[in-house]
């Protein structure tokens, strides 16, 4: 396939590029999502902290910067001190593609915690002005 033929200005697309652009617009930010949530050598700033050790203001599931990390691992190693320990994490700003699936399930699934609350897939539906309840 020649490639330049893809960059060709002023120039309709067939079906079938316009068909695959789509297809790969979804997939590759979906993709780029997944790397960055699950492969932690390409981004994970943050460590989860699992055991604290001897550090008095490190406490179980904490999230802490890398260098923090390293810095009181260090000192605990030096001191002799029960060191911490943790593992590479993304910041709770970034959750994992299956975190927001669960966290979307949930929303649809659980029942509103006031009687006269909407359901998530009720609430969008109420906003429109031509929404008339009951009726769709």
Known sequence: MNTSSWFTVRRELSQNKKTMLGVV????????????????????PKVLISNPGDVDYFQVGM??????????????????????Q??????????????????????????????????LHESPLAQHPNHVSGAL
């Not at 910041?91 to 609350?117: C, M, N, S």
């Open 86 to 119: 943790g593992q590479p994490a993304n910041p709770i700003y970034l959750p994992a593609p299956h975190k927001v699936a669960k966290a979307f399930y949930t929303a649809f699934a659980t029942a509103p915690e006031q009687r006269d609350g909407q359901w």
């Open 25 to 44: 617009s979804f997939l590759l930010p979906l993709l780029i999502w997944c790397m960055v949530s699950y492969l932690p050598f390409i981004w994970h």
């Open 63 to 84: 999230l802490v910067d890398k260098a923090a990390f390293k810095d009181e691992l260090a000192n605990m190693q030096s001191t002799g001190k029960v060191a911490p």
